[in-house]
């Protein structure tokens, strides 16, 4: 690999090389699924992570955001990175490096301590601030209809099922809050016991459940003690039954879809199982 941000564009490579000058690439942690970049640098005896943006990046402006707006409660206590350099139109953010391993396979993600931290950190972001928004509901509605008019593998017949489904639903009002978007083990570090949080570039207000999707089709599915653990961190349960179901419906819809588009088989049959879970928990 590269040891120096060549493969990435002359005007991000400007801006890193003036904001690191002699930086070193030690590491790639890029997913290859999607555009951003995720470099490990050292510069100066110090540690980095550079995350750029493609062209058709949007997490980058996302991210920085929630730096501006949102992860006070963690970076004041360490328990996520500290911004150094952001530029939003060159799609390129610098933070300090936060000593770690990832949660997920590293044999700490079965452990019912982790998640009661991870409820802990979650119920202090939910906590910042609350709006009520009219049209939530019905904008996360066309979302799910505009994925199913994408490419997808999602059978004809369950397809309409789904938008069957839709049509009856209400729209009403939604308490949101900042939510990281992508709450789960893989995006947790983990470090002499002490659980922190990375990767911001879901950041949105939604309402405080959301955040619960993603464990809850995975990590709770497969050890309630998890789930019990992580509750008792959070505090209390938000998820109210009905806006719940909506909420695994369009999460799974959203899952299969994007999976497809991207060529993520494994999380596109994920995508498959949730919707089958969801239809099959309608009242």
């Known amino acids: 690999m590269a040891r120096d941000f060549g493969s990435l564009p002359a005007s991000q490579r400007a801006l890193l090389n003036a904001w690191l000058p ?3 690439v030690e590491k790639d942690h890029s997913w290859g699924l999607v555009e951003t970049t995720v470099l490990e640098v050292t510069c100066a005896g110090s540690r980095f992570i550079v995350k750029a943006g493609g062209r ?13 707006h949102w992860l006070g409660p963690w970076t004041s206590i360490g328990r996520a990175p500290a911004l150094e350099f952001a530029d939003t139109e060159a799609k390129l953010l610098v933070t300090r490096f936060l000593p770690g391993q990832l949660v997920l396979g590293s044999g700490h993600d079965d452990d019912p301590r982790v998640y009661r931290q991870a409820g802990e950190l979650l119920a202090l972001f939910h906590a910042q601030t ?19 008019s994408r490419p997808h593998r999602i059978a004809p017949s369950i397809a309409a099922r789904l938008r069957d489904q839709i049509a009856t639903w209400p729209t009403p009002p939604a308490t949101l809050t900042p939510t990281h978007g992508d709450w789960q083990p893989r995006n947790w570090l983990i470090d002499h016991d002490l659980v922190s949080v990375i990767d911001f570039g879901r950041a949105a207000m939604r309402p405080a459940p959301t955040d619960f999707a993603r464990l809850a089709v995975q990590e709770f599915r497969r050890d309630r003690n998890l789930e019990t653990a992580f509750l008792e961190g959070y505090g209390t349960d938000p998820r109210e039954k009905d806006a719940w179901q909506r909420t695994m419906v369009r999460e799974a819809i959203g899952t299969a879809a994007w999976a497809h588009q991207v060529g993520d088989e494994r999380f596109e049959a994920q995508g498959h199982r949730m919707i089958a879970e969801a239809l099959s928990a309608r009242p």
């Not at 709006?131 to 505009?146: F, G, I, P």
């Open 22 to 24: 002699g930086a070193i």
């Open 56 to 68: 058709e990046d949007h997490h980058i402006a996302r991210e920085l955001h929630a730096y501006q």
């Open 130 to 148: 609350t709006v009520t928004d009219q049209d939530y509901e019905s904008r996360e509605n066309d979302k799910a209809l505009a994925w199913l």
